[in-house]
């Protein structure tokens, strides 16, 4: 009776492991690749994100603004703000024209 009660406690727990082995793949599949994004986004993600979008619309900003004020070679400028957005930015309000647009 003692080797059954063992016996029984052992399959219990080769059973408990066989099922979290099994189970083992599904919990990868949800943190590696591009599955993860849909599945959660994660509060790293989302401020690069917002970041990268206010990137671009500054980007945007100094392209429309440097045209407005007839400015040459606006596609550089906007390269300098969007490789360097501090220093960039500081840079071309500093380096354009005064005056109203």
């Known amino acids: 009776m003692q080797i059954e009660g063992q016996g029984t406690v052992a399959m219990s727990a080769m059973t408990q492991i066989v099922s979290l082995l099994q189970a083992q793949p599904e919990l990868e599949r949800g ?3 591009m599955g993860s994004l849909s599945v959660s986004i994660g509060s790293v993600d989302v401020l690069a994100l917002l970041i990268l979008v206010l990137q671009i619309a500054l980007v945007i900003w100094v392209a429309r603004d440097a045209k407005a004020r007839g400015m040459n070679g606006p596609v550089i400028w906007m390269l300098i703000v ?4 501090v220093i960039g930015l500081l840079a071309y309000v500093f380096a354009r024209p005064q005056g109203q647009t």
């Open 31 to 33: 943190h590696g690749g």
């Open 82 to 85: 969007f490789l360097m957005p």
